[in-house]
């Protein structure tokens, strides 16, 4: 039997919850909290609005009870037919009808994805701090083993002592980036034809399949490639049209994510590496591998709308 299916509009004072054709309104708080839960039985579907923070507190009292959905605010805003002036009772209405159109990836899932941009960004940040250091120490910003060991023998001072500080963080990190990724691996169909896409690994497919949910709730892969925030910008005027770089009004996590595979794409990926040599003599080093990122969520698109593994001959 399918799950009903609620919506919830959430301001910083006030829930408003669609459920079954009726309309309910409860304070932001945990009074309110207990009021929704009495209405929506366990198991429920509920779409979400990421609102910055007012949702989070819901999101964590309903906990495992319920199946929440956090739905980005483009996807509401491009929602088809949501028009006209904006309301906290149509919004609801909306996000619940936009829940029955997508996927069943849970928010568990999602959040894993957000751990996980936030650790490898986090990661990089702490290696360039670590490059900083060894060449404030006089030597070479390798971080082979061989070079850290040598660093870590010479005489303690404040930049030193810094570099061992790091240099636990970074194993830290690491160990934390691998458990995530582990821990994704349960969140998504392992056979999806996502991963016959070369340049698509395990975790970047884990993460892309996580943030996406069920890729039929976008009608073409415009608005794929936009919800991605990878679509270019582009201005006209009376001298011509001028490109502006790409919106990055999508999801952060999974444009990254793109961009993270193509720069393995163009090496493995025939469809992908073809295109970077057709564009390389007009765009050049992270515009050439932006549009890279965009082509390879169109094919992403296309396999998983269509339901067929990727072929390059298409």
Same mark, same amino acid.
């Given at each position: 039997?399918?799950?009903?299916? &609620?919506?919830?509009?959430?301001?910083?004072?006030? *829930?408003?919850?669609?459920?079954?054709?009726?309309?309910?309104?409860?304070p932001?708080n %945990?009074?309110?909290?207990?009021?929704?839960?009495q209405?929506l039985?366990k198991?429920c579907?509920?779409?979400?609005?990421?609102?910055?923070?007012?949702?989070?507190?819901?999101?964590?009292?309903?906990?495992n009870?319920?199946?929440?959905?956090i739905?980005?605010? +483009?996807?509401?805003?491009?929602?088809?037919?949501?028009?006209?002036k904006?309301?906290? /009772?149509?919004?609801? /209405?909306?996000? &619940?009808? +936009?829940?029955v159109?997508?996927g069943?990836?849970?928010?568990? &899932?999602?959040?894993l994805?957000?751990?996980?941009?936030?650790?490898?960004?986090?990661?990089?940040?702490?290696?360039n701090?670590?490059?900083?250091?060894?060449?404030?120490?006089?030597?070479?910003?390798? @971080?082979?083993?061989?070079?850290?060991?040598?660093? *870590?023998?010479?005489?303690?001072?404040? $930049?030193?002592s810094?570099?061992?500080?790091?240099?636990?963080e970074?194993?830290? *990190?690491e160990?934390?980036?691998?458990?995530?990724?582990e821990?994704?691996?349960?969140?998504v169909? /392992?056979?999806? +034809?996502?991963?016959?896409?070369?340049?698509?690994?395990?975790?970047l497919?884990?993460?892309?399949l996580?943030?996406v949910?069920?890729?039929?709730?976008?009608?073409?892969?415009?608005?794929?490639?936009?919800?991605?925030?990878?679509?270019?910008?582009?201005?006209s005027?009376? %001298?011509?049209?001028?490109?502006?770089?790409?919106?990055? %009004?999508?999801?952060a996590? !999974?444009?990254?994510?793109?961009? *993270?595979?193509? !720069?393995t794409?163009?090496?493995?990926?025939? $469809? =992908?590496?073809?295109?970077?040599?057709?564009?390389?003599?007009? !765009?050049?080093?992270n515009?050439?591998? =932006?549009?890279?990122?965009? /082509?390879?969520?169109? =094919?992403?698109?296309?396999? @998983?709308?269509?339901?067929?593994?990727?072929?390059?001959?298409?």
């Amino acid at each position: 039997m399918e799950a009903p299916v &609620a919506g919830i509009d959430i301001s910083k004072d006030k *829930l408003v919850v669609y459920f079954q054709g009726k309309l309910y309104e409860f304070p932001n708080n %945990k009074q309110g909290f207990e009021g929704v839960k009495q209405i929506l039985p366990k198991g429920c579907k509920i779409g979400i609005e990421s609102t910055g923070v007012y949702h989070i507190n819901l999101v964590k009292y309903l906990g495992n009870e319920y199946d929440v959905r956090i739905i980005n605010p +483009l996807v509401l805003k491009r929602f088809k037919d949501f028009r006209g002036k904006k309301s906290d /009772k149509n919004d609801a /209405k909306k996000l &619940a009808e +936009l829940v029955v159109n997508m996927g069943s990836v849970t928010n568990e &899932a999602r959040e894993l994805t957000s751990q996980w941009d936030f650790v490898t960004r986090s990661i990089v940040r702490v290696k360039n701090r670590l490059r900083r250091d060894l060449i404030l120490l006089g030597y070479r910003d390798s @971080l082979s083993k061989e070079n850290l060991n040598e660093v *870590l023998r010479g005489e303690d001072n404040v $930049v030193l002592s810094e570099v061992r500080f790091l240099l636990g963080e970074l194993e830290r *990190l690491e160990g934390r980036k691998r458990e995530i990724e582990e821990e994704l691996e349960n969140f998504v169909p /392992k056979d999806s +034809l996502i991963f016959t896409i070369p340049g698509i690994g395990r975790t970047l497919g884990c993460i892309i399949l996580a943030r996406v949910g069920d890729v039929r709730r976008f009608s073409d892969k415009r608005r794929f490639v936009a919800y991605c925030g990878l679509d270019p910008v582009v201005e006209s005027s009376g %001298k011509g049209v001028v490109s502006r770089g790409i919106s990055k %009004k999508g999801d952060a996590v !999974l444009r990254r994510a793109f961009y *993270l595979a193509a !720069l393995t794409a163009i090496r493995v990926n025939p $469809v =992908i590496k073809r295109f970077y040599e057709e564009h390389k003599g007009r !765009l050049r080093g992270n515009k050439l591998i =932006i549009a890279c990122a965009r /082509k390879l969520a169109v =094919i992403t698109w296309a396999v @998983l709308y269509y339901n067929k593994p990727f072929d390059a001959g298409e």
